[in-house]
């Protein structure tokens, strides 16, 4: 069998090392003939409302932000520059995303987006796991607790600020119905609300609750943009 070689000028090839060595991007060699043509770069692009989802979960108070790919480390670090990550983890395999969120866990609550198989297992025993509905894989989705349906990384911040809403609005009407029963306790008791007064009490103040829950349905500004 002949040896297969390539016509690879030596200037062309330092030049392709250099830049393998200083940059994220993944370069393909282009050759016609056996002789080399030139070549190509590849290089992963964040999502455009990616720096701006990061910087309103910061704003909301997220303690640390990580990335955890699947990437060499050039291509990591320059998208961890690029977004402002507090840091990341690159060449990680599923087995190694799990240990760390395992890990990460013992400090505090942790959240994880995924969309991909590798990230399935980590996102099943996450605290809060979220997964891309649209390029996200049915496996991801599965083991999610959240599904972003529209693949709009805006709606992070909006969905942890959708959850402090629900957490205030419920401990606001647990307060309403402890209040206006013990209210309505103490007009019963003391013989101001007869049976018939004292049901009516009870059906207008199970509005109160209600009326406190359409606070959900008030769209934050963050959420509006």
């Not at 291509?75 to 990341?88: E, F, S």
């Not at 307060?175 to 101001?192: D, P």
């Amino acid at each position: 069998m002949d040896e297969f070689r390539l016509d690879l000028p030596t200037d062309s090839a330092a030049h392709i090392l250099d830049k393998t060595s200083a940059d994220s991007h993944s370069h393909l060699l282009a050759f016609f003939d056996r002789k080399f043509a030139g070549s190509v770069f590849i290089a992963d692009i964040p999502r455009p409302e990616a720096a701006d989802s990061i910087k309103r979960l910061k704003a909301l108070g997220v303690e640390r932000i990580t990335m955890l790919t699947g990437d060499n480390e050039q291509t990591a670090a320059a998208i961890a520059r690029t977004l402002g990550l507090d840091g990341h983890l690159s060449e990680m395999t599923p087995e190694a995303k799990l240990r760390h969120i395992e890990e990460r866990g013992k400090d505090g609550v942790v959240a994880m987006v995924g969309d991909g198989i590798n990230d399935a297992p980590a996102l099943a025993r996450v605290d809060v796991g979220i997964a891309m509905g649209g390029t996200g894989t049915a496996v991801t989705v599965e083991a999610a607790d959240v599904v972003i349906l529209t693949d709009d990384l805006r709606r992070l911040p909006e969905m942890v600020e959708l959850g402090r809403r629900t957490e205030s609005v419920i401990r606001g009407d647990v307060a309403i119905w402890i209040v206006s029963n013990l209210f309505g306790f103490a007009l019963v008791l003391t013989g101001i609300a007869g049976p018939a007064l004292a049901a009516l009490y009870n059906f207008i103040t199970d509005f109160f609750p209600l009326i406190n829950s359409t606070r959900l349905f008030r769209r934050t500004k963050s959420a509006r943009d």
